[in-house]
Every structure is written in structure tokens, then in C-alpha cells.
């Protein structure tokens, strides 16, 4: 998941402008984000859809064995600081956009293995259904959280130190599960889901207020990386309850 870069206030953050370039900053961020969702979903789905036998073939490799997969995931968190870095950049518009769409193709990719289990394992119409469960509940505790901080306008940035202990804590079990072989349960992931809602949180509060106005597209991304975590440890939940 991609950090915010300071939760300490920023020359020239959304907090500091007026209503009016405020509301367009968060216009630009949600609008980015929305774009950035639907290209993962058409990624991950045309990935399986047009392209089923190398993205098996990526699927299979990756998951026959615990280092494999190890690599997998230190692969795309090498390939998330980068693009965290581009969309940072005050080079160019245009190197900003190239990490949001590094980062969405990234996402849409290591997805596959998860999709190929969900089917091969439940079948076309339960997959469907699994999928799409997950799909609503994912939206609606993001929506709900959002909702939460614009309504409440409570700043949620104090919870930063708790949020990199617990991740650099889930990392650790994440790690040992692939090095000694045991299984990552349902409460799990029911612990990685709460910890995205509290980032939803807090990532929220900085969108809100620690932003620059032109950062709308590092904000975008921030906001999706944390998106398609939650999607993905809840797609796990739904099908570690349905089996």
C-alpha cells in the first residue's frame, strides 16, 4: 500500500485553499480513482478473458511454491515504490499518470492467481457470485468510511504510527506463513480488512487536508492501492466462509 509522505502540513495543501479549489482537488482525486478502478477491473478481466493461457501460466507459476510467490509480491512491492515515486513527481503530468497506470496494471496482474483459484475451485456461477459479493462489500466500506470523515470532519491522521506498526506486523506473518508453510485464516483476513478501513481513515483526513492541489494523482493512487488490498483480503474472507 502506498504511505502519505508526511501527515505535517503542507505549503499550499487543500486545507489551506478555498472551498471552491478545494471541492475541484477532490473532484480530480475521486474522479482518478474511479478511472483507476474501472482499468483494474478490465485488466484483471480481460487478463483472464482474452489472454487465459499466459495469465494460467503466470497463475501456476506463481503459486507453485511459497518462494515463487515471495517473489511475486517483493516484485510488486518494488514495482508499487516506483510508481508511488512517479505519481509524486514534479517533473510532468504525464510521469504521474505513468505510475497510477504502473500501479493499476500491477494490481490488475497479481490478481490473476487469486481469480484462477476463485474459479477453478467454486466454479463459473459461484465464482461469479463470490466476485461480486466481493465487489459490494469492498465499495461499501469504502464509501461508508469516506462518508464518515467528510460528514464527521474528524482528522484521522494521528492514526499513522499504529497503522505502520500493524503492517510491518502483518508483513512479518505474511512472510512466515510462505517460510514454514502454514495457512493465513479467516481471522486474518478479517485483521488485514480492519486495518484497510482504519487506512481508508486515515488516507482520507490527508486527502482532505495535507495534499498539495496538484497531487490528485499520488492521492488517487494512495486511495486505490488501500481499495485493492481491502478487495483482495475480502475476496479471501467470502472464500475461506464459503468452503
Known amino acids: 500500500m502506498a504511505f502519505a509522505q508526511s501527515t505535517r502540513p503542507i505549503e499550499g495543501a487543500v486545507a489551506t485553499l478555498g472551498v471552491s479549489d478545494r471541492v475541484t ?7 482518478h480513482l474511479g478511472v483507476a478502478l474501472i482499468a483494474f477491473a478490465l485488466i484483471a478481466g480481460g487478463m483472464m478473458r482474452f489472454m487465459p493461457e499466459t495469465s494460467l501460466k503466470f497463475s501456476m507459476w506463481a503459486l507453485q511454491g511459497s518462494w515463487t510467490w515471495l517473489l511475486v ?5 518494488v514495482i508499487g515504490v516506483i510508481a508511488q515515486k512517479l505519481a509524486n513527481s514534479q517533473t510532468s503530468r504525464g510521469v504521474q499518470y505513468a505510475g497510477l497506470a504502473l500501479f493499476v ?10 481469480l484462477w483459484v476463485l474459479l477453478l475451485k467454486f466454479g463459473g456461477a459461484a465464482a461469479f457470485t463470490i466476485l461480486t459479493q466481493a465487489i459490494i462489500v469492498t465499495l461499501a466500506i469504502f464509501i ?10 474528524k482528522d484521522f491522521s494521528f492514526m499513522r504510527g499504529a497503522l505502520v506498526v500493524c503492517s510491518f506486523g502483518a508483513l512479518g506473518v505474511i512472510v512466515a506463513s510462505m517460510a514454514f508453510g502454514f495457512t493465513l485464516g479467516a481471522v486474518f483476513c478479517g485483521a488485514m480488512i480492519l486495518l484497510m ?9 490527508l486527502v482532505m487536508r495535507d495534499f498539495p492541489p496538484t497531487g490528485y494523482v499520488a492521492a488517487s493512487l494512495m486511495l486505490f492501492s488501500t481499495i485493492a488490498t481491502l478487495f483482495w483480503y475480502v475476496l479471501q474472507l467470502l472464500m475461506s466462509l464459503r468452503d
Open 105 to 114: 496494471v500491477a494490481e490488475g496482474v497479481i490478481l490473476q492467481p487469486l
Open 73 to 77: 509480491i517483493g516484485l510488486f512491492m
Open 197 to 205: 478501513a482504519g487506512y481508508i481513515l486515515y488516507q482520507t483526513s
Open 144 to 153: 461508508g468510511l469516506t462518508l464518515t470523515v467528510f460528514l464527521t470532519k
Open 25 to 31: 482537488f477532490l473532484r480530480k482525486t475521486y474522479a
